[in-house]
């Protein structure tokens, strides 16, 4: 399935359905010492023929890089990285390459929290519908047209008015389906 998950993300980014994307691994451990030893990121990611562009004055770059922490406790065996740029297929075998294993491929750009809920970091706080909302960047009229539903729907299920069925679930997994459903379906539970 991870195979599959990969060739799919590449080709959503190849017909441009995505403009960013985020990658759940194992980092090896060349990344996680630049990282933590505060070495040059950008230096380190054009080491490996990953271009990374400054945005902004702040030195806010259009690659990502998150280690999670909880409170005092920080993970250096996991991280993700988010691409918010157009790659080619080198590129993206490169950034793959910083993984020692990937754990997830994700069609969008994952804020901390949730990355740190597909974890299980948070103990008693699952992936809610209203976190899967902020991933598929549409709105909610947009989501609905798209999966063939009333907006009202989808406004239900957010503010739990309305349970998600199977069919909705299936709908929305395909319109969307690097997403991280099975850690969404595992809160249910």
């Known amino acids: 399935m991870s ?3 990969k060739d799919l993300l590449f080709k959503m980014i190849e017909e441009g359905q995505i403009k960013s994307f985020t990658i759940l691994g194992l980092p090896k451990q060349e990344l996680v010492e630049t ?7 950008i230096k380190f990611l054009e080491s490996k023929n990953i271009k990374c562009n400054i945005l902004d004055e702040f030195d806010r770059t259009d690659i990502g890089i998150y280690f999670p922490s909880i409170g005092k406790k920080q993970y250096v065996d996991v991280c993700s990285i988010t691409i918010n740029k157009e790659v080619d297929e080198g590129e993206y075998n490169n950034i793959l390459a910083l993984f020692d294993e990937v754990l997830g ?3 969008t750009d994952i804020p901390a929290k949730i990355i740190n809920k597909i974890l299980g970091l948070y103990k008693d706080e699952p992936l809610t519908f209203n976190d899967m909302l902020i991933l598929m960047k549409d709105n909610q009229s947009e ?8 907006r009202q729907l989808i406004a239900d299920m ?5 349970k998600m069925g199977i069919e909705t679930l299936a709908l929305l997994k395909k319109e969307y389906p690097l997403l991280p459903w099975d850690k969404f379906i595992e809160s249910f539970i």
């Open 3 to 5: 195979i599959f998950k």
């Open 105 to 107: 491929y994700y069609q």
């Open 158 to 162: 957010k503010s739990g008015k309305a």
């Open 35 to 41: 990282y933590f030893n505060r070495k040059d990121l």
């Open 143 to 150: 989501i609905a047209r798209k999966i063939g539903k009333s």
